[in-house]
């Protein structure tokens, strides 16, 4: 049983700083990438950054510059750190995975909500 518990969301001025911290439970042998969405309200699900089994990083252009993924294998936890927040990155952030063999996120956390105030 896949399970994903995010933390360190909060509140915070623009221009800070907030790492989030996505711990994973289960087999980690069965995923092959993790990542970060966010949602806005009434605004859909989108990308944020997401890395793979061997490191590999992709990242919105929003947030190109600004945050850093990473992941601690030996720990079993992803991370999102993020700097220079604006208002526009107030949303609730979501931690995925997903599955060898697919080709979309499986698995998904509960969301940790980020409000950045100006």
């Known amino acids: 049983q896949v399970q994903l518990v995010e933390s360190g969301g909060g509140l915070v001025q623009a221009g800070g700083s907030l790492r989030l911290s996505c711990a994973f439970s289960?087999?980690?042998?069965?995923?092959?990438?993790m990542g970060w969405y966010r949602q806005a309200p009434e605004k859909q699900r989108d990308l944020v950054a997401t890395i793979t089994s061997g490191g590999t990083t992709n990242y919105a252009d929003s947030v190109k510059g600004r945050f850093t993924i990473s992941r601690d294998n030996a720990k079993n936890t992803v991370y999102l750190q993020m700097n220079s927040l604006k208002s526009d990155d107030t949303a609730v952030y979501f931690c995925?995975?997903?599955?060898?063999?697919?080709?979309?996120?499986?698995?998904w956390g509960q969301g940790t909500q980020v409000t950045v105030s100006s």
């Open positions: 995925t995975a997903k599955r060898r063999g697919f080709t979309w996120f499986n698995y």
């Open positions: 289960g087999s980690m042998f069965v995923i092959d990438a």
